[in-house]
């Protein structure tokens, strides 16, 4: 059984940073992909960026070069490190994890987009950038 349990959230203004944690991801298989999503009011959930068995990341491009997704194996868990946080980055953010070894995109809403079809999800966290 995965459960994974994000920490972290919180209310930021505009430029401010957060972390967010993922516990639990150690107790999936060295072959699963993980990543962070995440959901706005009233929109639908959608990638931010994943990261594959190889190391591989893969990301949205409104990250542009502001989220780094890292692993910490001795503790088993995943990170988002969140910089130049904007209002329009307010959402439930989740990590995810997936028997698949590899990150992917699918052409939705007239583009390549993040996969979001993982199998295992946690709660979410909130975060709230204020302008």
């Known amino acids: 059984q995965v459960q994974l349990v994000e920490s972290g959230g919180g209310s930021v203004q505009s430029g401010g940073s957060l972390r967010l944690s993922c516990s639990g991801i150690?107790?999936?298989?060295?072959?699963?992909?993980m990543g962070w999503f995440r959901q706005a009011p009233g929109k639908e959930r959608e990638g931010v960026v994943c990261?594959?068995?190889?190391?591989?990341?893969m990301h949205e491009n409104f990250v542009a070069g502001r989220f780094t997704i890292s692993r910490d194996r001795a503790k088993n868990n995943l990170y988002l490190q969140m910089n130049s946080l904007k209002p329009e980055d307010t959402a439930m953010y989740y990590c995810?994890?997936?028997?698949?070894?590899?990150?992917?995109?699918?052409?939705?809403?007239?583009?390549?987009?993040?996969?979001?079809?993982?199998?295992?999800w946690g709660q979410g966290t909130r975060v709230n950038v204020s302008p």
């Open positions: 150690g107790s999936t298989s060295t072959t699963y992909s």
């Open positions: 990261l594959d068995t190889q190391g591989n990341t």
């Open positions: 995810a994890t997936d028997p698949s070894s590899l990150c992917g995109r699918v052409y939705s809403g007239g583009a390549y987009r993040l996969r979001t079809d993982f199998r295992y």
